[in-house]
């Protein structure tokens, strides 16, 4: 009994000292906030042109390409109003599909803020949240366009350390908002999209990056991707570190065995008994964006925490009486 005591604790030790921080991937949530004013069609006061059926398509072809049975869906159409929600797992796609095959225009002007707001209450903190606002028109009933904009604004505080990523997408110039996109530049995880594409490749990675770097100063960072395609060398991946007085990185490398897998080391500026055992910084994602608009990182932004510091080892000799 002692000697299992004994080799227990030796366990618990090594747990509590290694320094590598394993990345926990969350179930995926998608919610589709989709217009169907009638403008969606051509149909409305001022002549728009038909796209109803392109963006209905786009829409199938991104859930009928989600592989997890366990991701979650829900499409709320909205006119004037939110209407009737549609809900499902993958695992559900084909009936899915057929309901959204069947989705129809309905009369009403575009009221986008409390589309927006019906979003946010859709939200899961336990999952990876994919919100997208699709619409060819502005905001132009209920709400004022102002209270809009601060229901946008309002996106940093409620994403803060959850993995919430918003897709503005304004399907037509028609929808082209200045100040939304302004907004959506200045504020994290959310994004404006021109574009009837909706079927868009999303890379994910850990919200928090930690390692120890006393001994091994070479940082993974791996990825998970809906489309493995984008993992290409034309791509551009690069990491840039926030401005700091300890620590820059050079290096950027992708693993010749593993393409989800990216390496950069990082690099001591001034001697280690002027850095602080544990330095928080912010460590930036940039590719290509010119070549692949439709790629997005989420997040962009991680928070990457460097520890240096020296592990203590502890050998337990067990000796038989």
């Known amino acids: 009994m002692r000697r299992q005591h004994l080799i227990l604790l030796l366990f618990i030790f090594v747990c509590m000292c290694h320094s590598t921080y394993a990345q926990k991937y969350l179930q995926e949530k998608r919610i589709y906030l989709v217009d169907v004013t009638k403008s969606m069609a051509g149909k409305g006061i001022i002549p728009t042109p038909d796209i109803f059926e392109s963006v209905k398509a786009s829409l199938i072809e991104a859930i009928s390409e989600l592989e997890d049975p366990n991701t979650e869906i829900i499409v709320i159409p909205f006119t004037n109003k939110p209407h009737q929600m549609i809900h499902g797992y993958v695992s559900q796609k084909d009936s899915l ?27 899961d903190s336990t999952k ?12 132009n009933c209920g709400p004022s366009q102002d209270e809009l904009f601060e229901r946008l604004k309002q996106w940093e505080s409620i994403r803060s350390k959850k993995y919430f990523f918003a897709f503005y997408v304004m399907l037509t110039e028609n929808a082209l908002d200045q100040q939304i996109r302004a907004i959506a530049d200045s504020t994290a995880q959310m994004w404006c999209i021109q574009s009837l ?3 868009a490749a999303l890379i994910r990675t850990s919200l928090v990056h930690r390692s120890n770097i006393f001994e091994d ?9 809906n489309n493995s395609s984008v993992f290409v060398d034309d791509l551009g991946l690069s990491f840039a570190l926030q401005d700091n007085d300890y620590y820059s990185i050079s290096s950027t490398r992708r693993d010749s065995a593993n393409a989800s897998i990216y390496a950069f080391d990082v690099i001591e500026k001034v001697n280690k008994i002027n850095i602080p055992v544990d330095v928080n910084l912010m460590l930036h994602i940039n590719h290509n964006q010119t070549k ?3 790629v ?10 460097i520890i240096n510091r020296g592990v203590r080892r502890m050998t337990l000799k067990v000796v038989k009486k």
């Open 217 to 225: 100063k070479t940082i993974q960072v791996k990825f998970v991707s």
């Open 128 to 139: 990876v949240n994919y919100m997208f606002l699709l619409t060819d028109g502005l905001h």
């Open 296 to 305: 997005f990182f989420t997040p962009e932004d991680i928070e990457f925490r």
């Open 292 to 294: 692949y608009p439709l």
């Open 97 to 123: 599909v057929n309901v959204l095959k069947s989705l129809d225009l309905k009369q009403g002007d575009t009221n986008v803020a409390d589309a927006w707001t019906q979003g946010i209450a859709c939200l």
């Open 197 to 199: 594409n909706i079927n």
